[in-house]
Nanobody, 126 residues
Framework: QLVESGGGLVQAGGSLRLNCAAS????????MGWFRQAAGKEREFVAG???????HYADSVKGRFTISRDNAKNTVYLQMNSLKTEDTAIYYC??????????????????????WGQGTQVTVSS
């Protein structure tokens, strides 16, 4: 089970940190990803972190967002800085067994993930 928190309303240029708490065992062996879905658009990849700690970002968030994980707390984070109005979306946490280590394209696909949180709304105002 994945539970996101930390969403909210923020002005452009501001920051938010999203949290995703996972239940169950072997959290450290999972690939963890963040996706987002804006109104009227398809769900898109934001960032992913491998079981070994390698990280991959969508080009649209590079340099502004940082994904990290704390395996002792079964939690993955998404620090979002310099937020833009186009970052407004529902943000979802996702998890999957790390069966294709280092395959950045594969892990950017929502279909690769077996487990999903309920989502948390992020709204960036101008």
């Amino acid at each position: 089970q994945l539970v996101e928190s930390g969403g909210g309303l923020v002005q452009a240029g501001g920051s938010l940190r999203l949290n995703c708490a996972a239940s169950g065992r072997a959290f450290s062996s999972y690939v963890m990803g963040w996706f987002r879905q804006a109104a009227g658009k398809e769900r898109e990849f934001v960032a992913g972190i491998w079981s070994g700690g390698n990280i991959h970002y969508a080009d649209s968030v590079k340099g502004r967002f940082t994904i990290s994980r704390d395996n002792a707390k079964n939690t993955v984070y998404l620090q979002m800085n310099s937020l833009k109005t186009e970052d407004t979306a529902i943000y979802y946490c996702a998890a999957a067994h790390d069966t294709r280590y280092g395959d950045t394209y594969y892990w950017s696909l929502s279909a690769a993930y077996a487990y999903w949180g309920q989502g948390t709304q992020v709204t960036v105002s101008s």
